[in-house]
């Protein structure tokens, strides 16, 4: 059982929980392979387990509209410093 993973699995991993959704025939062995690496389909579905108990976690938060690449709203307190800057 291979732990860790790899950006790219990561990425590999989301993608193919697009493309294989709950209705799929042997949907966790199409994910485990395609992420390959020598994932399990235990290695899978304890990675889907942790990957929806962060999403549950982030909209408990609050963080449902939080965008990568700060540019989120941070305007209520005053925004970036580059943004102050070319603001005058």
Do not use: C, H, I
């Amino acid at each position: 059982m291979s732990s860790s993973w790899t950006t790219r699995q990561n990425k590999v991993f989301e993608e193919a929980l697009a493309t294989y959704d709950k209705d799929t025939p042997d949907r966790w062995q199409k994910v485990a392979q395609a992420v390959g690496g020598g994932k399990t389909v235990d290695d899978v579905k304890k990675q889907y387990k942790e990957l929806t108990k962060d999403v549950r976690e982030m909209d408990t938060a609050g963080l449902q509209n939080f965008q990568y690449g700060g540019s989120s709203s941070n305007t209520s307190k005053g925004g970036s410093s580059s943004n102050r800057e070319q603001r005058g």
